[in-house]
């Protein structure tokens, strides 16, 4: 007789590797900052400086996020 077992939810591979969860009690996700990939040098010092910066999802787009990493 066959065993059954629970489906397991598959991680998105895509959002594994851009996105990073925090530990603690309230659990954030860490995303890089868009609009570094081209053109830099006509970018002033100071935004390339802000840029390399890693950032947190805001409250509106965490559900969605979430469902990609469910683990």
Do not use: C, E, W
Request: charged share 30%; glycine share 4%.
């Amino acid at each position: 007789m066959a065993k059954i077992t629970k489906i397991k939810m598959k991680t998105n591979s895509s959002a594994k590797k851009r996105f990073s969860k925090t530990g603690g009690k309230v659990v954030k996700i860490k995303r890089a900052k868009a609009y570094r990939r081209h053109l830099m040098t006509r970018a002033s010092a100071k935004t390339n400086r802000q840029l390399r910066r890693a950032t947190y999802f805001s409250s509106a787009d965490l559900p969605g996020i979430k469902l990609l990493l469910p683990n």
